[in-house]
């Protein structure tokens, strides 16, 4: 919440997460002790050190993760290889048609698995 955010208290932190308020400011007080988090005298709480998580990156300070990224690759890959299929630059050819369903699956495995890691990172429980 705090990584989306710029600083909020315990009380905004527990309702934008949807949960108790006294939950939210035990975790807030051990990222704190850990050095993670630091609250200001007006007691709103800021990130102070980012912490990397397995997985994911940090792109315009939200997490993402990899698994986007390579989908993203793969589908650059894809694109101008059904293009100058389409265009007639390149002839047919049982090389090309691997390297497109090669493409295509590769792109299409990655987004999948990313976008149910980012439904675990986003998930409410």
């Known amino acids: 919440y705090l ?25 807030l007080k051990k990222f704190e002790e850990l050095g993670i988090v630091e609250k200001d005298p007006g007691g709103v709480y800021r990130v102070k050190k980012r912490v990397r998580i397995r997985g994911y990156l940090y792109i315009g300070g ?28 390149l002839e047919p050819s049982p090389g090309l048609f691997l390297a497109i369903i090669t493409s295509a699956v590769a792109a299409s495995i990655f987004i999948l698995e990313g976008v149910f890691a980012l439904r675990i990172l986003k998930r409410k429980d």
Not at 16 to 26: E, Q, V
Not at 62 to 89: D, Q, W
């Open 62 to 89: 939200k997490l993402v993760p990899r698994l986007l990224i390579y989908g993203a690759f793969f589908t650059g890959l894809l694109i101008p290889e059904m293009v100058s299929l389409a265009m007639g630059v």
């Open 3 to 27: 990584l989306e955010n710029d600083g909020a208290g315990p009380r905004e932190i527990a309702r934008g997460l949807g949960i108790n308020p006294s939950l939210a400011y035990y975790h």
